[in-house]
C-alpha cells in the first residue's frame, strides 16, 4: 500500500511541483484502477486540501449543516426577532433574539412562532406542545400539548385545544402583565372567534352561543347569548364585532329547515350582561331558488361595510346525482367482482376520462350569493361555471370568467377563451362583457372602470361597467406595452400594471422599462412618464413599490409625493430601490450586486428587505425609509465564509447569425485568468435574471448546484435561449454552441473537459444538442422528452391532460399540431438523429413520473443502447419528474458528482459506469 503524509500547509511552488509529478504518475497508471484512485485523492488534496490560510470546498458531508429561513417575525420597534431556520434534514431551529438586551436564545425543534400582546410575548411549538416566552424577562412556560392555537395582537390571551374531544382552553396574563398560570377551559367548543370591539370571545358549545369575557375585571366571566335545539352552524362576526351572524338548520346535515339567525350586542354597563338583541333576517329556505340548498358548511360572513351578507348555494340536482353514484357503488360490492372493467373515451366528450379523474370534485355546482339586510333582496353573484371575482368586498361589481364553452380547445390550446361577465352585485344583473376573452385584466375598487390588455391589439383598453363604452388608453406610450420577447406560440402577455392612483384618476403601466401613468377619463389629463425616461436610458427595469398591503397604508399610488422603486439593472443585475416624483430623474437609494426583495414595512420607520448574491445567503436586513441598511436581522449560513465560494457575470457574445446573446458565467472564488477550466454549460430557458440567486448547498432535486460545482474548481456556464418558433433544438443548438466556443476562444473553457446538464425542458434540448455538436466532452440529461412525434400525443399523468398545447401552444414552442407541421416534429426529436452522437449520456427519468412520460426516456436509452453509443440510465422506482425522496437527492447527486469528475477532472471511473 502506498500512503501519502501530504502537509496542508504548501507553498505555492512546492504544491504545482507535486501536482506535477503527481500527474505524470498518473498517466502512467491509467491501467491500474486503485493506484489511479489514490492519486486522484492526492492531487484533490493539494489542489483544494485545507490549511489555516485556506477555504475548504463544499461538499456532500456539510449537507445536515446549512438553513434556510421558512419564517421571520419582527417587532414594529425592530427590537425583537424570531427566525425559523430549517436544515436539509428538515431539522429545525426557532432562535430569539433581543437587542436591546442583547438576549440570544436558539431553541431545537422549535417553530410556528406568533408575537401577541402589543409584542410583549411570543409563542412557538417544539412538536405539539405549546411554549410562551416573556421577551421583557425571558422566561418561558411550557403550556402542554395544544392545537388550533390564536393569539391577539392586542392581548395577553392564547386560545387551544387540548384532546380530541373539543377540550377548549383559555390562558392569558394576569393584572400585572405576568403570563403565569391564569387558564380557564371549557368542554364541546366547536367554533369560536374573536371579537374586535373589545375582549370578548363568542364560542359554540352544546347548541349554544356563549360570550366569555376577557378583560382584567370579569376574567373568563361567561354570559349564554342564545340556546337552540337546532343544529348551529360556524360563526363570524361584523368589522366592528357588534354584531354575529351564522346559520340553524333542523339537524347536522344543514340541508333542510335553515335560516341566519344574527345577534347584536350592545354595550356593557358595569358589570351587566351585554345586552343581545335577536335579529330575524329573513333569510331561509324559502327565499332560495328551486334545485337549491344553503351550503352550511361554508358558513355565513359580513360584508366589510356590514350592509349585506356572504354566503353559497349547492345545487340539490348535483347532490342527487352523487347520491345514485354512491349507492351504486355500494350496490356493485355486494355483487361479484365482474370478469371485466372497461373506459369509454368518446370524440365529443369535453373532458377525457383522465381529466375527470384528476378533476374529481373540483367543478362542484355551487355558487355565491348576497342578502341585502335592509331591502332582503337575495342576489345571486355567481352561475357556478367559472371563477367569480368581486374587486372589492363593499363592491357592487362582481365578475365571472367562464371557459366551459371552450373547454374542448384545452386539449391543444393554452390560455383557453373565457366568457367575460360583468355582475351587478346590488340587482344581480348579468351580461356578457367581452366574448372569447383572451388576456388580463385590473378592476377599479372604486369606480365603475375594468381596465383589460388585449394581445390582438397590444393595448390596455378601460372599460365603463354601466354603459359598456370602451376605449384604448395605452396608445400615448410611443414603446410597445405587451412582451416583445416573449417567444412562444401563444399571445403574449403585458409587462404589467400597477394599479390606480390614489385619487383614482390614472391607472398605472409598465413598459419594458419605465412606469407610466395613463388617464382613465377621456379628456381628463395627459398620459405621462413617472420614471421619466429613465429606465429606457439606462436599461434599468423599474416597478412600483407595493406598500398597499402594510398595515395603515392606503390604496393607490400618490402621484403627488416621492413614489418607491424596485429596480434591476438589466446590464449586470444588480438591483435595488429608487424613488422619483414627478417630472424629475429616479434618485437611488440602495443597489448593489445582489438580489433584493422587499418584505415587509414595520411601523412607520423601518423596512425590511431580505438580499442574497451567489455567494451571500439570503439574509434579512433593517432599513430606515430612505432604504439605507441599520442592521441584519437574521443569521442564515454564517459559516460560508469558510468555503470557496465564487464569482458571476453577464456575459455576452454574437452567435453565428451575428445576433447578440447573454448568459450567466459563474466562476471560482480563487479564478485565475491564465487557466482554463474544466465547464458545464447548464441552461432551461432564460438564466440571467438569477444572476444573484443564492444555491443552499444541498442534495439536488432536478438540476445542478452551480455554488457546489464553482467551489470544487467548475466554471458553470448559464446563457439565456430565446427561441424560433418552430424550431425550438435549433435555437438552443445556436445559442450554447456559440457560447460554448465563446468561452473557448477567450480561454475561459477547457475544450476537452466541457460538460452538459438539463432537466426537463433543459433534458430535452440536451438530448437533441448531442446529436448536432461533439463539442461536449460528455452530457447529463434529465426527464427529457426524446421524441416529440410520440410524446405530442402522451397524458401528463399528474394532471391527466394530453400534452398537445405544450407543443401548439406553450414550452415546446412548435405552433401547430403534428400534421400541421409534422416536419417541425420530427426535425426537433432527437430519437431521429442518435445515429450522430458521439457524447456519452448520464439520464435520469423515473417510472413515476407525473410530467414526461416514463417511455420517453426508454426510448432515449434503448435508441442510443442499440447503436452501441455510451449511456446510463437511472430510474429511481416511483419516484417523479422532480425527486421527491431526500435520500434519492443523495443518491443522484453523487452519480452527477461522479461522472463529471469522472469526464472533467480526471477522477476514477465509479464502478456503476
Not at 412556560?141 to 395544544?146: C, F, R, T, Y
Not at 394581445?455 to 395605452?474: A, E, H, M, Q
Not at 443585475?573 to 414595512?601: H, I, T
Not at 432537466?759 to 437533441?768: C, D, F, I, N, R
Amino acid at each position: 500500500m502506498i500512503r501519502f503524509s501530504l502537509s496542508l500547509d504548501l507553498t505555492t511552488k512546492i504544491r504545482k511541483t507535486l501536482l506535477s509529478k503527481l500527474f505524470c504518475t498518473f498517466t502512467a497508471h491509467q491501467k491500474a484502477p486503485k493506484m489511479k484512485k489514490i492519486l486522484f485523492i492526492a492531487i484533490f488534496l493539494i489542489i483544494y486540501g485545507s490549511s489555516s490560510g485556506q477555504k475548504k470546498v463544499l461538499s456532500e458531508s456539510q449537507y445536515g449543516g446549512w438553513r434556510t429561513i421558512e419564517s421571520i417575525l419582527i417587532s414594529d420597534n425592530a427590537d425583537v426577532v424570531l427566525t425559523e431556520y430549517k436544515s436539509h434534514l428538515d431539522k429545525s431551529v426557532l432562535e430569539i433574539a433581543i437587542k436591546s438586551q442583547g438576549f440570544v436564545k436558539e431553541i431545537k425543534g422549535g417553530g410556528s412562532p406568533e408575537l401577541f400582546n402589543r409584542q410583549r410575548f411570543a409563542r412557538y411549538l417544539i412538536k405539539d406542545t405549546l411554549y410562551v416566552i416573556d421577551l421583557k424577562n425571558g422566561r418561558t412556560d411550557s403550556i402542554g400539548v395544544a392545537n388550533d392555537i390564536s393569539s391577539h395582537n392586542e392581548s395577553g390571551i392564547i386560545t387551544f385545544f387540548k384532546g380530541t374531544v373539543k377540550d377548549f382552553h383559555i390562558k392569558c396574563t394576569d393584572a400585572t402583565g405576568n403570563f403565569y398560570g391564569r387558564e380557564d377551559s371549557i368542554s364541546g367548543v366547536v367554533n369560536c372567534i374573536w371579537l374586535n370591539r373589545e375582549q370578548l370571545m363568542v364560542l359554540i358549545k352544546n347548541k349554544q352561543i356563549v360570550t366569555i369575557n376577557l378583560g382584567q375585571k370579569e376574567l373568563f366571566k361567561r354570559d349564554t347569548i342564545f340556546s337552540t335545539e337546532r343544529y348551529v352552524g360556524e360563526i363570524s362576526a361584523s368589522k366592528n364585532g357588534d354584531k354575529i351572524i351564522f346559520f340553524t338548520a333542523a339537524d347536522s346535515t344543514g340541508k333542510i329547515g335553515v335560516e341566519a339567525v344574527m345577534l347584536e350586542l350592545g354595550k356593557r354597563r358595569g358589570g351587566a350582561n351585554f345586552s343581545v338583541e335577536e335579529i330575524r333576517t329573513g333569510l331561509n329556505d324559502s327565499l332560495l331558488p328551486e334545485g337549491t340548498r344553503f351550503n352550511v358548511k361554508k358558513g355565513i360572513t359580513f360584508s366589510k361595510n356590514g350592509n349585506f351578507l356572504k354566503f353559497e348555494l349547492a345545487s340539490v340536482m348535483d347532490e342527487d346525482q352523487e347520491r345514485g353514484d354512491k349507492k351504486g357503488k355500494k350496490a356493485s360490492v355486494k355483487k361479484d367482482k365482474p370478469a371485466f372493467e372497461y373506459e369509454l373515451w368518446r370524440w365529443s366528450d369535453t373532458l377525457l376520462p383522465s381529466q375527470k379523474r384528476s378533476l374529481e370534485g373540483a367543478f362542484a355546482n355551487s355558487f355565491k350569493c348576497a342578502f341585502y339586510l335592509v331591502s332582503g333582496k337575495l342576489v345571486r353573484l355567481s352561475y357556478g361555471k367559472g371563477v367569480f371575482l368581486m374587486s372589492d368586498d363593499n363592491s357592487p361589481f362582481g365578475f365571472e370568467l367562464d371557459s366551459r364553452p371552450y373547454a374542448y380547445t384545452e386539449l391543444w390550446e393554452d390560455p383557453v377563451p373565457k366568457d367575460f361577465y360583468f355582475i351587478n352585485a346590488k340587482s344581480g344583473e348579468r351580461k356578457m362583457l367581452f366574448k372569447s376573452f383572451i388576456g388580463s385584466f385590473a378592476v377599479s375598487p372604486v369606480t365603475p372602470h375594468i381596465f383589460t390588455f388585449e394581445p390582438d391589439s397590444r393595448s390596455w383598453f378601460v372599460t365603463d361597467l354601466y354603459s359598456g363604452s370602451k376605449r384604448v388608453i395605452s396608445d400615448a406610450i410611443p414603446y410597445s406595452v405587451m412582451d416583445e420577447k416573449f417567444d412562444k406560440p401563444q399571445p403574449a402577455g403585458a409587462y404589467g400594471q400597477a394599479g390606480l392612483s390614489l385619487d383614482n384618476s390614472y391607472f398605472i403601466v409598465y413598459d419594458e422599462f419605465d412606469v407610466w401613468a395613463l388617464p382613465i377619463k377621456d379628456g381628463s389629463g395627459e398620459a405621462f412618464c413617472i420614471t421619466n425616461g429613465y429606465g429606457r436610458k439606462n436599461n434599468v427595469k423599474f416597478k412600483i413599490l407595493n406598500l398597499s398591503s402594510t398595515r395603515g397604508q392606503k390604496d393607490g399610488i400618490d402621484l403627488k409625493g416621492d413614489i418607491l422603486l424596485e429596480y434591476i439593472n438589466l446590464n449586470n443585475m444588480n438591483s435595488g430601490y429608487y424613488k422619483v416624483n414627478r417630472g424629475k430623474d429616479p434618485v437611488a437609494l440602495l443597489e448593489g450586486p445582489y438580489k433584493y426583495s422587499f418584505s415587509r414595512r414595520l411601523g412607520q420607520n423601518f423596512f425590511v428587505v431580505k438580499r442574497e448574491s451567489f455567494s451571500e445567503a439570503p439574509d434579512y436586513w433593517l432599513t430606515d425609509r430612505d432604504f439605507k441598511l441599520i442592521r441584519r436581522v437574521s443569521n442564515l449560513n454564517n459559516q460560508l465564509a469558510d468555503f470557496k465560494t465564487g464569482n458571476t457575470s453577464i456575459i455576452s457574445w454574437k452567435d453565428g447569425s451575428g445576433s447578440n446573446q447573454t448568459g450567466v458565467l459563474y466562476t471560482p472564488q480563487d479564478y485565475d485568468s491564465s487557466k482554463t477550466y474544466p465547464t458545464i454549460v447548464y441552461f432551461y430557458e432564460t438564466m440571467s435574471q438569477d444572476a444573484n440567486y443564492f444555491y443552499t448547498p444541498a442534495p439536488t432535486t432536478s438540476t445542478i448546484n452551480p455554488l457546489m460545482f464553482v467551489s470544487r474548481g467548475y466554471v458553470i456556464f448559464m446563457p439565456d435561449i430565446r427561441y424560433e418558433i418552430g424550431w425550438p433544438g435549433r435555437s438552443c443548438l445556436n445559442i450554447v454552441e456559440s457560447g460554448t466556443r465563446h468561452l473557448i476562444d477567450k480561454g475561459i473553457a477547457d475544450p476537452s473537459r466541457i460538460g452538459l446538464q438539463g432537466h426537463s425542458w433543459g433534458g430535452y434540448q440536451v438530448a437533441y444538442l448531442i446529436t448536432q455538436t461533439d463539442i461536449f466532452t460528455c452530457a447529463c440529461s434529465e426527464t427529457a422528452v426524446a421524441n416529440m412525434t410520440s410524446a405530442y400525443t402522451g397524458l401528463r399523468a399528474g394532471a391527466g391532460k394530453p400534452r398537445m398545447f405544450m407543443y401548439e401552444s406553450t414550452q415546446s414552442r412548435i405552433g401547430g399540431s403534428l400534421w400541421e407541421r409534422q416536419q417541425n416534429y420530427i426535425l426537433n426529436s432527437p430519437i431521429f438523429f442518435l445515429d450522430k452522437v458521439k457524447t456519452p449520456l448520464l439520464s435520469r427519468h423515473s417510472d413515476g413520473d407525473e410530467a414526461v412520460p416514463f417511455s420517453q426516456g426508454l426510448e432515449l436509452f434503448l435508441g442510443l443502447k442499440r447503436l452501441g453509443k455510451e449511456v446510463w440510465m437511472f430510474n429511481y422506482k416511483g419516484d417523479g419528474h422532480n425527486i421527491k425522496k431526500r435520500e434519492i437527492a443523495v443518491d443522484w447527486t453523487k452519480r452527477m458528482d461522479e461522472y463529471f469528475d469522472y469526464y472533467l477532472m480526471g477522477a476514477p471511473k465509479p464502478k456503476w459506469m
